[in-house]
């Protein structure tokens, strides 16, 4: 029997999801920080500068950054751990993890870029000081599976970091689905010539675990100190979580 799982409203076979999950990310890629850009009003660069400072990278750590995308995180991540640190950037997607490694090439940064699913990552147990993912672990099919896969290649006292949009506060819900399903859209359909994808990315975030569900499925992983940190009033939302 074929075992389903959603991909935004739908309900579709689990081997049908990261294919189109992949189609999404292929049409997007080229305007995807012009559109992070529009559709936040810059938000998200915040969203961003605060992840990192959470982060607290220093010389010489080890650093995974996975569904990497356009690289924001690991260009940060990467000056900060300087010559003497690791930091890899990781996509399942093909297309978005070309336009990362080359705008961090053009930025100078060296850094490894590595096509890979976060359910199966192919690192060492115990190898990373820290682990990030930025708006990607809702594209994810078996979101218990990579958590577990991000907490086993941490290092004992590593931090794992998950921003991802969540579940906004309750008074803001009408307008902010107002803006999803017919500004998103609308956008999408006139900078990227492409409405379907930026529904479904409204619809992905609608089916996302809320706040309070990601911490116990971050603790279920075997992750402690797990606590959470709203970001404009619950749009998206911080993770951070230690292995002990």
């Known amino acids: 029997m074929t075992n389903t799982t959603h991909f935004g ?6 081997e049908e999801k990261a ?15 012009v559109m992070n850009d529009v559709m936040s009003a810059g938000l998200h660069r915040i969203w961003k500068a605060f ?13 995974l950054d996975i569904a990497g995308g356009t690289g924001d995180l690991a260009k940060a991540f990467a000056k900060q751990a300087g010559p003497s640190g690791e930091v890899w950037l990781t ?19 060296a850094t490894p870029a590595l096509l890979c699913d976060a359910e199966k990552l192919p690192f060492p147990n115990n190898y990373f000081d820290r682990v990030s993912v930025a708006f990607g672990l809702r594209n994810m099919t078996h979101k218990d599976a990579a958590l577990a896969e991000m907490q086993r290649v941490l ?6 970091l998950v921003l991802e949009f969540s579940k906004v506060w309750e008074p803001l819900k009408k307008p902010y689905d107002v803006y999803s399903f017919s500004v998103l859209p609308w956008l999408g359909k006139r900078i990227a010539n492409d409405a379907e994808s930026y ?21 279920a992983a075997g992750l402690s100190r797990v606590e959470y940190f709203n970001l404009t009033a619950g749009v ?6 230690i292995k002990l």
């Not at 409203?9 to 689990?14: L, S």
């Not at 290092?155 to 794992?160: E, F, S």
């Not at 529904?199 to 603790?219: F, G, N, V, W």
């Not at 998206?236 to 979580?241: E, N, P, V």
Request: without cysteine.
């Open 9 to 14: 409203y739908q309900t579709v076979a689990e």
């Open 19 to 33: 294919r189109k999950v992949a189609e999404v990310f292929h049409s997007v890629a080229a305007k995807y920080d």
């Open 51 to 63: 992840t990192i400072a959470q982060a607290g990278i220093r010389p010489g750590f080890k650093v």
């Open 91 to 109: 996509d399942i997607n093909e297309s978005m993890l070309r336009v990362g490694r080359d705008r961090l090439l053009n930025k100078g940064l």
């Open 155 to 160: 290092k004992p006292g590593g931090k794992l």
């Open 199 to 219: 529904r479904y990315l409204a619809e992905s975030i609608r089916m996302h675990p809320d706040q309070e569900t990601l911490k116990t499925m971050m603790q």
């Open 236 to 241: 998206a939302a911080l993770h951070t979580g």
